[in-house]
C-alpha cells in the first residue's frame, strides 16, 4: 500500500508531466470487502488508457489486473498547476477520477 504522504509527493511531482502531455494514474487494489488501497502511481503516455497503462502496469508487476482500478488524474480546465494545493476524488455516476484542487 502507498503512504498518504507518498502519494501527495508524487502527484505534485507528476504536475509538470502533466503539462508536458503525459498521463497520472493512480492504480488501487480491491480487497474481498470492497476497500481500495493505493498502490503505485503511474506516468503514462498521453495516448494510453487507464486500460492499457494498468495492463502494462500489471504485466511488469506480476500483479492480476481484475482486482486493480486505474484512477485517472486530471488537471481541471482553468486551474494553472501553479495554483494547486491539494487533490481530492471526484465520483460522476460509475466513474471516478483524482483532480487537482486549489
Do not use: W
Request: charged share 25%; hydrophobic share 35%; aromatic share 6%.
Amino acid at each position: 500500500m502507498c503512504e498518504f504522504a507518498h502519494l501527495t509527493e508524487s502527484l505534485f511531482e507528476g504536475l509538470p508531466k502533466l503539462k508536458e502531455g503525459q498521463q497520472i494514474f493512480v492504480v488501487a487494489a480491491r480487497n474481498p470487502t470492497g476497500d481500495i488501497e493505493i498502490e503505485s502511481v503511474l506516468y503514462a503516455d498521453e495516448s494510453d488508457s487507464p486500460q492499457e497503462a494498468l495492463k502494462d502496469f500489471c504485466e511488469t508487476q506480476g500483479l492480476d489486473m481484475a482486482t486493480r482500478l486505474c484512477i485517472p488524474v486530471v488537471l481541471p480546465q482553468g486551474l494553472n498547476a501553479e495554483d494547486v494545493k491539494g487533490f481530492r476524488s471526484v465520483r460522476d455516476g460509475k466513474c471516478l477520477h483524482i483532480e487537482f484542487t486549489k
